[in-house]
């Protein structure tokens, strides 16, 4: 499972590009998604490169983030009382760690697919380079998982 973050904002993005992201649902900057590993959603982020980063969330981070930033339709926090209650699992962590094996959707619990993070504490590295020299762009694998959490 990817993490998605926006990075990057809207102003001179190309109408294919700026549609994928649309489909991605990442709208605005330090907007994160979470996505399968599959064909056609690699070729998405393959398509929006430019303008995201994205890389493999570990269930530690991914708890962290649909405790703290996570949001159920309507705007309020997600509780272990709501998991409870609207779903098989007892808590938080065991929803998360559900989500994370993909056994779940967020969208099954009434939770917001899109996290709304901060900008993250001192900065992006630069948002015109890939990640591998030395920016914040494309592909960044299991370092995904630092930026989320300067994100939180």
Same mark, same amino acid.
């Given at each position: 499972?990817?993490?998605?973050? !926006?990075?990057?904002?809207? +102003?001179?993005?190309? !109408?294919?590009?700026?549609?994928?992201?649309?489909?991605?649902?990442?709208? !605005?900057?330090?907007? +994160?998604?979470?996505?399968?590993?599959?064909?056609?959603?690699?070729?998405?982020?393959?398509?929006?490169?430019?303008?995201?980063?994205?890389?493999?969330?570990?269930?530690?981070?991914?708890? +962290?983030?649909?405790?703290?930033?996570?949001?159920?339709?309507?705007?309020?926090?997600?509780?272990?009382?709501?998991?409870?209650?609207?779903?098989?699992?007892?808590?938080?962590?065991?929803?998360? +760690?559900?989500?994370?094996?993909?056994?779940?959707?967020?969208?099954?619990?009434?939770?917001? =697919?899109?996290?709304?993070?901060?900008? =993250?504490?001192?900065?992006?590295?630069?948002?015109?380079?890939?990640?591998?020299?030395?920016?914040?762009?494309?592909? !960044?694998?299991?370092?995904?998982?630092?930026?989320?959490?300067?994100?939180?």
């Amino acid at each position: 499972m990817f993490a998605v973050v !926006r990075v990057r904002g809207s +102003a001179g993005v190309r !109408r294919d590009i700026a549609d994928t992201m649309e489909m991605l649902r990442l709208n !605005r900057i330090n907007h +994160a998604v979470l996505v399968e590993d599959t064909p056609s959603y690699l070729g998405m982020l393959q398509k929006a490169k430019d303008y995201i980063t994205w890389g493999e969330v570990d269930q530690e981070t991914l708890t +962290a983030m649909i405790r703290k930033r996570g949001r159920l339709i309507g705007g309020d926090r997600i509780t272990d009382e709501y998991i409870n209650e609207k779903t098989a699992y007892g808590s938080v962590d065991e929803f998360a +760690a559900a989500v994370f094996s993909g056994e779940v959707k967020l969208e099954e619990a009434g939770i917001k =697919p899109v996290f709304r993070l901060h900008p =993250p504490r001192k900065g992006y590295e630069g948002i015109k380079k890939a990640f591998n020299e030395g920016g914040s762009l494309g592909y !960044r694998g299991e370092k995904i998982n630092d930026l989320l959490k300067r994100m939180i």
